[in-house]
Structure formats: C-alpha cells, structure tokens
C-alpha cells in the first residue's frame, strides 16, 4: 500500500506542476501562498515548505504521503482523504498563482481589465489616463504580430463601451475603429491558422474545414493597399506558398521574413520559420531542386539558430541541433558540420548534450566513409533520449551492413527487434517504420531475389532510410 501512495503522490497533479516551476517561481509562490487575500489557510502553507524542500528533484524515497503528512500532523494517524483535500486545494492555489503570472506578463491585458472596471465603478478622471497611457504605450511597440492587432481591438471595443456607457450618441469613429481592428486582427489569425492547416497536413492526413478561406484570400488579394499590415502581408504569402507552392512566392515569403523580423513575437516568428522548413522538406520528399531545398533549409536553420528565434528558453533543442547536422552533412560540409557541433553543443541542456555530441559526431564520421571512427563515437552513446535510441540503433545497423560484420549484425537485428515490440512509448507508425527497416535490410542480406526485394521496398510504408536501403540493393 506505501508504494501505492508514493507512485500517487510522485505522479499527482501537484508534484507534476511544481516540476515546471524554476527558482523564482518558487520563491514568488510562497509569497502568493502568505498573502491571506489568497491563503488563509497555514496549513497548506507548511505542506509548500514541506515540498519545497524535497524540489526539485522529488525523489521517491522523499515523496511519501505518510511521512510529509507525520511532518504536518506528528500526533494525528494518516488520514488519507485529508491529505487529498491538503494536495488538491494547494494545487488550485499553484493554477491561481500561474494564472495570475501569465496575465501579469501579457502587456495591455491588465490595463484592458482596469479600464473595464473604471467604466463600471465610474471613475472617468483615471480611465481617461489608464486609456492615454496605454494607447501610447501600444503606438510605440515595434510588435505588429496577431498580438498586436488583438490588443488594438481590445483597446477600440473598450473605448466603444465608455462612450455607449455615457450615452455619446456620435460613437461611428470608435465602432468603425473597433470593425476595423476587428478585420485585421480575424484575418491575421484564419490566415494563421489554414497556413498551420496546409502544414500539418503534410504529417497529418487529417480533413479540415477552413470555411470561407477561399473567398478571404480573394478579397486580401484584391485590396493589399487596404490590408497592409505585416502580419496579414506575411500570411497571405505564406498560405500561397504553402497552398500553390511556386519558387516566387517562396522567395517573397523570405524577403517578408527578413522585412519584417523584428515585428513579430519570438514564439509566432518560430511558428513561421517552421512552416517554411516544412514546405521545404515537402520538395525534398517530392525530389524537387534538392540541392536547392537541402541549402534553403539549412540557411533557414543557421539564421533562426543565430537570431536565436529558434531557441527555446535560450536553449537549443537537440532535435534542431540534429536536423542541422544532417543537413550539413547531407550538402557535404563537413568541416563547417564539426565546427557547428563543436560550437554549439553547450547550447543545449546539460542532459542533452553527451547524446547529441557523441551522436552527431557518428553520423558525422559515416557521411566522411570513415565507419570504425563513427562507431566508436555511436558506442559512447548512452541512451537518454528515446529518438537517439532509434537512430544510434538504425546507424550501427547501417554500419555493420556497410563493414561486413554480419554476425554482430544479426545479434543486433534481433535485440533492436525485440526492444521496438516492447517498448511502449514509441508511437505505432514510428515503430513499425523500423520494424519494416529491420525486416529489409535482413532480407537484403540474405536475399538472392534483388528484382522482388526492389518491388517491396518502393512499396512499403512506412519505413525509414528507404533510400539508403534501395542503393545498398541496387550496389549487392
């Protein structure tokens, strides 16, 4: 029953949100929790120090129900509906304490709230300064993201409100603002979101109703003059990319980016960056210009990398840092590939990096044909990422084909075998395109039948490196 409790508590909600948080979080919520405007319960204030203490790690021999309950209540037997009752109005106090951080970091939002309450209370001498003062502070921002136009309509329909509130019979300016920021805003967001559309499709075969997008587009192209504003500009030439997917457009949609690259939001300007990479590796896959897409994407990554757009938390994913490797590798730099790991291995998370070097700098030996050094790199890898599995895993496979060691090959076939059918994390689609991996290269190395073999690679799916594996047939 302990081990029970103690896989409740680890994997509860609460210690799940507490995990999130950083030092500052910490600290500023035990403030939040003494404050009796939101707490005027002590006893969940001395469960937070509790939890504080055992953060951020948790670790199992710490999280016990029974033992931090003891702490809180030495002369009381465990009560197990009380400590659910303790954990789960802590855990309302933590989503009140995020909630209020997250309108807290929103500009304008608060101010739209105040002037809201102004114009209910009556206070007109401070509205008329909160209102001054936040207009200004919205004309000033170098933002013209969808953000931006939504924080523009908020300000026009709050200023519509106070005038219908005092009874001002001649409001046509602000209603005819409030439209206005209204049309730009609903067009920069539906021109987002069929542009998000069109590029999860090429993973997602999912079927979208994007009602009106038609009609819409045809009227943005028809009054450009009238909807100017960067973000629908760079939506509109994104959704034609993406859509019709010509050379001109694509080359218009990197002019727009670097136009307007300081008005968009870090967040949004990734999701753009995206969107355009995928584009890309849906000429790659379709076999169009490849030299040319392979260079595009790969510049695409080196600028967001050095803007630091395509940061996380000023970290860089291990997945970017791969997906840069490979292009690299791919377009034969090899010299500015290692300088490139070299560089910016320290700029992933601390756990991330030894995988990621040892990983990359495999991958990097084997495109220079040097498979023993690549090895050597692969066997120091030590597995802390599921993918760094799959793909440390895919190039020994690869590597042992390539030298002729077929027993180490073999052994290595059936224990990669075995560990896909087991492991329940990988997705099904994923791990049945390295079964079928696993299933061809066995058959190329046994197979005498090459004429079959080729017929059943092009017509298997889903499956990885089918490319690798046809050119591996057509040299046997």
């Known amino acids: ?73 030495p002369h009381e037997s465990f009560d197990d509906k009380k400590c659910k009752y303790m954990m789960n109005f802590l855990l309302k106090l933590l989503e009140r304490y995020i909630s209020l951080r997250i ?15 102004y114009i209910k209370r009556g206070g007109e001498k401070n509205y008329n300064f909160i209102y001054q003062k936040t207009q200004e502070q919205l004309n000033l921002s170098v933002k013209r993201d969808t953000e931006f136009y939504y924080k523009k309509f908020l300000l026009s329909e709050v200023a519509n409100k106070n005038d219908k509130k005092k009874n001002i019979r001649n409001r046509e300016i602000y209603l005819q603002e409030v439209v206005d920021a209204f049309d730009v805003y609903y067009f920069a967001n539906k021109l ?35 909807f100017n504003q960067p973000t629908i500009e760079v939506y509109l030439s994104l959704y034609h990319l993406l859509s019709i997917g010509t050379d001109n457009y694509f080359i218009e949609i990197k002019v727009l980016l670097e136009k307007y690259k300081l008005q968009f939001d870090k967040n949004e300007s990734k999701e ?31 600028q967001g990398i050095a803007s630091e757009i395509l940061l996380e938390n000023n970290y860089l994913s291990p997945w970017t840092f791969k997906n840069v490797v490979k292009l690299g590798l791919r377009l034969k730099h090899f010299d500015i590939t290692e300088q490139f790991i070299d560089e910016n291995i320290n700029r992933l ?32 890898v030590e597995f802390s990422d599921i993918y ?15 030298i002729d060691e077929y027993d180490a090959l073999e052994s290595l076939i059936a224990s990669f075998r075995i560990y896909l059918k087991r492991n329940k994390i990988i997705s099904e689609n994923k791990r049945d395109s390295y079964l079928n991996f696993i299933k061809i290269i066995e058959k190329i190395n046994k197979e005498k039948s090459i004429e079959n073999l080729l017929e059943e690679i092009e017509q298997t799916s889903p499956i990885v490196d089918q490319k690798w594996l046809l050119s591996k047939l057509k040299k046997s």
């Open 349 to 380: 998370q601390e756990h991330f990096r030894s995988d990621a070097f040892h990983y990359n700098k495999a991958d990097l030996y084997y495109y220079k044909n040097e498979p023993h050094q690549a090895l050597d790199f692969l066997i120091q």
């Open 103 to 117: 309108t807290e970091e929103r500009e304008l939002i608060q101010e739209y709230h105040l002037l809201l309450a």
């Open 1 to 73: 029953m302990s081990c029970i409790l103690l896989k409740f508590m680890k994997n509860s909600k609460l210690i799940t949100v507490l995990r999130t948080f950083d030092k500052k979080d910490y600290r500023d919520f035990n403030e939040f929790l003494v404050s009796p405007y939101f707490n005027k319960n002590e006893e969940l204030s001395r469960l937070y120090t509790l939890l504080r203490k055992i953060a951020p790690n948790f670790d199992d021999k710490k999280v016990d129900r029974r033992k931090i309950m003891k702490k809180l209540y």
């Open 272 to 302: 753009i960056y995206f969107m355009i990479i995928s584009y890309c590796i849906k000429q790659l896959e379709k076999g169009n210009q490849v030299s040319y897409f392979l260079q595009e994407m790969y510049d695409l990554y080196q």
């Open 388 to 402: 760094y599995i799959l793909d440390t895993k895919k190039l020994m496979l690869k590597i042992y084909f390539d």
């Open 192 to 226: 987002k979101y069929a542009c998000h559309i069109l590029s999860n499709q090429r993973i997602i075969s999912n079927k979208y109703n994007i009602y009106f997008i038609q009609e819409i587009i045809e009227f943005l192209d028809k009054n450009k003059a009238q």
